[in-house]
C-alpha cells in the first residue's frame, strides 16, 4: 500500500492520521521537507490556512510542497483545499494553484454556522462511493468555480463540495471528522492506482 503522509504543522491532521489507522493504511506525519520526500501522497489537513502559510514559509516547505505536488497526489480538506486553489477570495491568498478551482474563505459562513449534512455523491461516481456521505461544515470555503478539467464527484446546495482535478483531490468539508472513511478509502486506492500506473506504463 502507498504511504500516505499528512501535513502536521497545524489544523486536525491527527484526526486524519486516525482515519489512515481505521483503514490500516500506512501513514505518518509530514513536518519536514526530508519527510516529505518519503511519502507517496499528501493530506493538507483543515485548520487556518493563513496559519498555515506561514509555517510552510517558516519551514522552507512551500517550494518543497509546489515541487510534490507537481509529481504526487494531494488530497486537501477545508483549509487544504484553499492552499491547494488556484484563486482564493475574502480575502485574496496566496495558493498553490493545485488544482483549477476558485474558492471563497468562509463561505459557508463562521464558526457558529457550522453544520453536518448528508451528501449524495454525483451520478458515476454514488457507486464508488455509496449514498449519504456525511459531511461536516466548519468555517468552510465554497467551491465558486471550477476549471474544464475539474470533475465534481459531490455537491451541496448545487455548489462543488468535493472534487477531483488529475491526481488531487480537495473537500470544502472535514470528511475525517465523521466515523465514515470512505472518501479517505478513495483517496488511498486513487493513489495506489496512480502508482501502478507510474510502474507500468
Not at 62 to 85: D, S, V
Not at 100 to 113: E, M, P, T
Not at 116 to 126: M, R, S
Not at 141 to 161: A, K, W
Request: overall charge negative.
Amino acid at each position: 500500500m502507498p504511504l500516505i503522509g499528512v501535513l502536521a504543522l497545524q489544523g486536525d491532521f491527527e484526526a486524519h492520521l486516525e482515519m489512515m489507522r481505521e483503514l490500516s493504511a500506512p501513514a505518518r506525519e509530514v513536518r519536514t521537507a526530508a519527510a516529505l520526500q518519503e511519502v507517496d501522497a499528501l493530506i493538507i489537513p483543515g485548520g487556518e490556512s493563513t496559519t498555515m502559510l506561514r509555517l510552510l514559509h517558516r519551514e522552507n516547505l512551500w517550494q518543497e510542497l509546489a515541487r510534490f505536488g507537481e509529481e504526487k497526489p494531494i488530497f486537501g480538506t477545508c483549509a487544504g483545499a484553499i492552499l491547494m486553489a488556484s484563486e482564493v477570495s475574502h480575502p485574496q491568498q496566496e495558493s498553490f494553484s493545485m488544482m483549477d478551482i476558485a474558492v471563497i474563505r468562509n463561505g459557508y459562513g463562521r464558526q457558529l454556522d457550522s453544520r453536518i449534512v448528508l451528501l449524495h455523491p454525483e451520478p458515476g461516481i454514488e457507486e464508488v462511493l455509496g449514498r449519504d456521505l456525511e459531511a461536516v461544515f466548519i468555517r468552510a470555503p465554497i467551491i465558486q468555480r471550477v476549471g474544464p478539467g475539474v470533475e465534481v464527484l459531490v455537491r451541496y446546495n448545487g455548489d462543488p463540495v468535493l472534487v477531483r482535478h488529475g491526481k488531487h483531490l480537495a473537500a470544502s468539508f472535514h470528511p475525517e471528522l465523521t466515523t465514515d472513511s470512505r472518501i479517505h478509502d478513495y483517496f488511498v486506492r486513487r493513489v495506489a492506482e496512480t502508482l501502478s500506473f507510474a510502474s507500468n506504463p
